[in-house]
Every structure is written in structure tokens, then in C-alpha cells.
């Protein structure tokens, strides 16, 4: 079975705080993402990274970074938490296209408050 | 306008019920479609893919309708274990990678 690890699925963090949410996959895949999920807004994209060293933005990217030294490896940053980043935050990771069937494997989230 | 559009429910239904949800999205050169289910405080996972031809599996049915732009789901013989939340999910680029997601329709199925 795929396996997509969040390092932390509760956080509580202050205003101006530096916050890293880590994120591993075991299948190999290519593609990984990063999405945040708040109530009537569903899921939105962050960042996708289709290889290492390689991201690209998604749809609400400001106030976010992300690391890919691996490839297994996936890192959201958050360089200064505002209240207004209090969310679930959602791993997922897929094959490259070619190989994608549209599926994507998610972690189980991190449950991130902002104080 | 969202790119996906979901009617968020709830949907009441009691077991044994026949339920069908909507999904509509705004861009029309859309290829890819799919229905993924997410239980409550849990993370979504697929549920079956939408072909132009339509696709069955089970007691489930994803049709698409490219003409009005929709996409629906139909569940028959509703299960208490089908309570979850039913995001609809579109390619809207045709890239194979960036997909979007609905806000999501909640099913609660009652004894």
C-alpha cells in the first residue's frame, strides 16, 4: 500500500513563528503536493513539485515555501505563521503524467492553529 | 465563478435510499474527472474515475455530461458506511498533475 507520512497531525504555533510541516512517500512517486482544507473552500493547492529541486506554484502560494531535496521528501514552510494560516494542511504525492492514472494518495493531515 | 462547484449538503437520506449528487465546472477544455470520497477527519481517497462513457462500479454510477458541463454521481441502495463527504475533482489544465477539487457534498445515511 502507499504510504504518505505527515510529521505532525496537530500543531499549535504562534503569530511570526517559522512553521516546517514534513511530508514522506514510500511509492516512488514523482509529483507531490501540498494543499490546505478549510471549511466551504474545500481543498487548495499550495505547491507541486514534480521532481527534486523542482516546485511549482499553485493556487494560493503566498505566505508558503517548499523544499524538495529528495525525492521522497516534500516540506512546507511557512516563514512567519499569521492567523489566517490556521488550517488542515494535506500531503499528497502521485505518479508523473503518462504514469497517472488521477489518483492521488493524501497523508492524513496536519491540523495546524495559528495563535 | 469556482472552477468546480458542489452543492455542499447535507444530503439526509435513510439506508436503502437511491442519492445522486451534481458537480459542475467552469472550463470547458476539462479532460479528467473523478469522484473521491473523504470520512470524516480523514483524508480523501479516490473513488472511481469519470469517463465520457460513463462508469459503474458496484452501487455507484459517475456519469459526465460535456455539453452542460456537470459530472453526477449516483448511489443506490444507500449503506450507513457510505456517511462521508463526496469531492468532485476536475483536471482543468490537462496537465496529469494539477487537479481540482470541489468544496464537497456531505451524506449522511440514516437508519
Known amino acids: 500500500d502507499v504510504k504518505v507520512t505527515q510529521s505532525s497531525r496537530y500543531l499549535v504555533k504562534r503569530t511570526g513563528e517559522k512553521v516546517f510541516l514534513e511530508c514522506v512517500q514510500d511509492m516512488d512517486h514523482e509529483n507531490m503536493f501540498w494543499y490546505r482544507q478549510d471549511p466551504g473552500l474545500g481543498l487548495r493547492l499550495i505547491y507541486f513539485?514534480?521532481?527534486?529541486?523542482?516546485?511549482e506554484k499553485g493556487d494560493i502560494p503566498e505566505g508558503y515555501s517548499v523544499s524538495r531535496e529528495k525525492k521522497e521528501r516534500f516540506s512546507l514552510i511557512l516563514e512567519s505563521a499569521s492567523t489566517s494560516q490556521t488550517s488542515m494542511y494535506l500531503c499528497a504525492s502521485s505518479f508523473a503524467a503518462g504514469r497517472n492514472t488521477g489518483e492521488l494518495f493524501f497523508g492524513e493531515g496536519s491540523r495546524l492553529t495559528v495563535l | 465563478r469556482k472552477e468546480v462547484e458542489q452543492d455542499p449538503g447535507p444530503f439526509n437520506v435513510p439506508e436503502g435510499a437511491t442519492v445522486a449528487f451534481n458537480c459542475t465546472y467552469s472550463?470547458?477544455?476539462?479532460?479528467?474527472f473523478f469522484w473521491y470520497r473523504q470520512d470524516c477527519r480523514k483524508e480523501p481517497k479516490l473513488l472511481m474515475s469519470?469517463?465520457?462513457s460513463g462508469n459503474e462500479d458496484g452501487r455507484f454510477t459517475a456519469q459526465l455530461n460535456r455539453a452542460s458541463q456537470y459530472i453526477s454521481l449516483l448511489i443506490r441502495d444507500s449503506k450507513l458506511s457510505d456517511s462521508a463527504t463526496y469531492l468532485c475533482v476536475v483536471n482543468p489544465r490537462n496537465a496529469g498533475n494539477m487537479l481540482t477539487f470541489g468544496g464537497g457534498t456531505r451524506l449522511m445515511v440514516k437508519p
Open positions: 472550463n470547458s477544455a476539462s479532460q479528467s
Open positions: 469519470v469517463y465520457s
Open positions: 513539485s514534480y521532481d527534486v529541486k523542482m516546485k
